[in-house]
């Protein structure tokens, strides 16, 4: 694991950076455990980038004149605990995630910062109903549902028992249970009998974090769902910054590739793709002409 000054001299040429740094960070004892610096956070635009100051500073300038001389900031590991520091985590998230932490598979939580850019927009929204697709252990469905207001309702679709049993547990603890609906099912089944109950268009949010390469399925259903102007929100969508590299291929990296352009060409949406956590895009729901 490479030390601070380490990882900075490493961040020098970029386009070698932008290839071989792998996911790591030293992680203090009850320091955040999702997402580390990712390839998929540094600004790989066309050509090679330059560091514009000293080892410590994450600032670099996209070398490609496409995009002019911008200057972006690289998430190294202390610029990222400092984002994390910024996070206002209510003590029920928390000891959900130090919870789950030790759990297989708690590098797929949603990452603090993440958890409260989704509360963030379903707040402004003034969201009554929302979905989940893809719940674990909760992390990300209980910072929805605390911003819920008490006549809302969160759809919470997730086909694993033990991972539910776990979410159940805190929506309690948090007292947010009556805002929850927990589908266990296969998210695909649980979306399609909402729509054959007669919901579509009446959710305001949805946030997909479940099975990657069923991402067009889960976005074209929830696209039913949702109601002119209301958000579906993506995870992962950088997905460990394989997306960009040309020379990685396996399904799970081409289908949200895919997935990535489809949306980017879709006139039934506005989307902005956000360098948060693994990347999320926030799509909004136009209006048809
Ligand atoms: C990345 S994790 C979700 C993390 C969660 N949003 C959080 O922040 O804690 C993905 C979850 O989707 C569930 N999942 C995968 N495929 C599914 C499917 N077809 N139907 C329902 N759930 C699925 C997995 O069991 C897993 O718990």
Redesign the pocket.
């Known amino acids: 694991m490479p030390s601070l000054a380490q990882f900075n001299s490493m961040a020098k040429p970029l386009p070698l950076l932008c290839r071989s740094l792998k996911p790591s960070i030293s992680r203090s004892p009850g320091s955040h455990p999702k997402i580390p610096p990712s390839p998929s956070l540094l600004p790989c635009l066309g050509r090679p980038l330059r560091s514009l100051s000293n080892d410590a500073a994450p600032v670099v300038v996209a070398g490609n004149d496409k995009y002019g001389k911008k200057q972006v900031v690289s998430v190294t590991p202390q610029l990222y605990d400092f984002i994390l520091s910024n996070v206002r985590e209510p003590p029920i998230l928390r000891e959900l995630r130090e919870e789950?932490a030790a759990m297989r598979?708690s590098q797929?939580?949603?990452s603090p910062d993440?958890?409260q850019l989704l509360a963030m927009l379903v707040q402004i929204l003034g969201a009554q109903r929302c979905i989940?697709?893809?719940?674990?252990?909760?992390?990300?469905?209980l910072?929805i549902a605390l911003v819920l207001p008490e006549s809302g309702r969160l759809v919470a679709?997730?086909?694993?028992a033990k991972?539910l049993e776990i979410a159940k547990k805190y929506y309690e603890r948090a007292g947010v249970s009556h805002k929850v609906d927990v589908k266990h099912?296969?998210?695909?089944?649980?979306l399609k009998a909402l729509i054959l109950n007669g919901e579509a268009c009446s959710y305001d949010f949805a946030?997909v974090?479940?099975?990657k390469r069923?991402y067009n399925e889960y976005f074209e259903l929830l696209l039913q769902l949702v109601r002119v102007g209301g958000l579906i929100v993506i995870?992962?969508v950088l997905w460990h910054g394989k997306v960009a590299d040309p020379q990685v291929n396996d399904p799970k990296t081409i289908s949200i590739r895919n997935f990535n352009k489809k949306i980017l060409e879709d006139e039934r949406i506005s989307i902005c793709m956000v360098p948060i956590g693994d990347g999320m895009t926030i799509c909004r729901k136009r209006a048809q002409g």
Do not use: H, I, P
């Open positions: 789950t598979g797929m939580q949603v993440q958890a989940e697709v893809g719940v674990y252990t909760g992390y990300s469905s910072a679709c997730e086909r694993d991972c099912a296969l998210a695909v089944d649980s946030f974090d479940a099975e069923m995870d992962n």
